[in-house]
């Protein structure tokens, strides 16, 4: 802590007081007479037009655009300003009674990463909430001088904008860098080449099947030694997602031969909001599949797998898909849409040739993805070495006005 800084504990300077709960059917979404601007977390987590107001319960719950607020329950820590009316009970206002301590100061001290992290630790694991005894063991370091205060913050803002316009720039070079990529995949399997013809996906391919549930088969779920158990979790786009992992007696495999997983198989899903979203199976593991995953598994003379695999995860393919979907309850699609779906087709070699075109691209869309998320780890760890650098004193040596 810098010479001649005071340091006090939160329970010192700051007083407390949770918002108010207001039941939804007593909620409207439109000013009325005696009623007040409702202010809950997403409000301030969230750009939305979803505004309540609720009957005016009095000065004790109101918060003007200055006042800190902060998350009591459910990510408790999590400062929020600028909004003005009565607060919900998973909310509580931070009221200085130190008039040498300003509102922007402490509330840039609270965003700290340490004390954040430390704030959104408290309570249980299955309800994570902030208790005022908690808060107020929290320690501030803070200069004498108001001027000194106003100075910091005034050098935190003028950066935190630099680096948010930083931040703001490198995820819209992400988001151009996975949209050229799949702009690619659009031109390629969208225009197509010349001498491409045309094939139902069940005249290339061996099989066209899906798994089913161990349930309705009367099996259980196992510890291995056990089969493998591929799920549209699983499945992910381009690649098998497999941190989350379920095993199912050996018997299954007994049960649905039909099922039983190849190296090479092209698996994409069919059931739910991951529907499309195609990968291969890579794995020497003895797997099978549940009712939501389909098997495509490619005569090698006709269909490449992996051009098989980027040509369901395009756009344009995502679309007709998607188009195609049926709506009972859940969305899916059937096996005989995918047997009888119609895909351009080049000969064997020109297939070969794309996906290694394609690959290219990839590694070089991977690459500048890597690139850019390093920077942006940069940018945000640089936010956080400012406030350190800042609540240390070493920002500004600025004397008292």
């Known amino acids: 802590m810098k010479e001649g800084w005071l340091k006090q504990n939160i329970g010192e300077i700051a007083a407390f007081s949770q918002g108010i709960q207001v039941g939804l059917k007593h909620h409207k979404y439109n000013p009325s007479k005696g009623y007040v601007r409702f202010i809950r977390i997403v409000d301030y987590t969230q750009d939305t037009d979803d505004i309540r107001y609720v009957k005016d319960p009095g000065e004790k719950y109101y918060v003007t655009e200055d006042d800190i607020v ?52 408290q309570g249980s694991s299955t309800m994570p909430a902030l208790t005022f005894g908690q808060l107020k063991k929290v320690e501030i370091n803070y200069p004498k001088s108001i001027g000194e205060q106003k100075a910091i913050v005034k050098i935190l803002d003028e950066a935190f904008a630099k680096i948010d316009q930083a931040k703001a720039n490198i995820e819209k070079n ?16 969208s225009q197509r080449g010349e001498g491409w013809e045309e094939g ?63 190296y090479g198989d092209v698996l994409t899903n069919i059931v739910g909001a991951s529907i499309g979203r195609t990968a291969i199976y890579d794995l020497d593991e003895i797997a099978n599949i549940n009712q ?71 590694e070089q869309t991977n690459l500048l993805l890597h690139n850019f998320s390093l920077k942006l780890a940069n940018v945000v760890n640089l936010k956080k070495s400012l406030l350190q650098k800042a609540f240390a004193g070493e920002l500004t040596k600025m004397s008292e006005p």
């Open 70 to 121: 902060m998350v009591r329950y459910g990510t408790p820590g999590l400062i929020g300003r600028g909004k003005s009316g009565v607060i919900a009970n998973n909310l509580f206002k931070i009221s200085i009674n130190n008039e040498g301590i300003s509102n922007d100061y402490l509330s840039l001290y609270l965003s700290q990463s340490h004390i954040q992290k430390y704030l959104s630790t």
């Open 174 to 189: 992400i988001e151009n860098a996975k949209e050229l990529f799949q702009s690619k995949l659009n031109e390629i399997f």
């Open 200 to 262: 139902p996906i069940e005249k290339l391919t061996e099989v066209v099947t899906k798994g089913s549930s161990p349930k309705w088969q009367g099996i259980s779920y196992t510890e291995l030694p056990g089969i493998l158990f591929v799920t549209s979790e699983n499945v992910g786009e381009g690649k098998l997602k497999m941190k989350k992992t379920k095993y199912v007696e050996k018997r299954f495999n007994e049960i649905q031969k039909k099922s039983i997983l190849k």
């Open 292 to 362: 939501a995953v389909c098997i495509m598994r490619c005569k090698k003379d006709l269909l490449y797998n992996k051009f098989l695999m980027y040509m369901l995860n395009s756009p344009y393919f995502k679309t007709i898909l998607h188009d195609n979907e049926v709506d009972n309850a859940r969305a899916n699609l059937s096996l005989t849409f995918f047997k009888n779906l119609t895909i351009p087709l080049p000969d064997l070699m020109a297939q070969k040739e794309i996906v290694e075109e394609i690959v290219k691209l990839e």
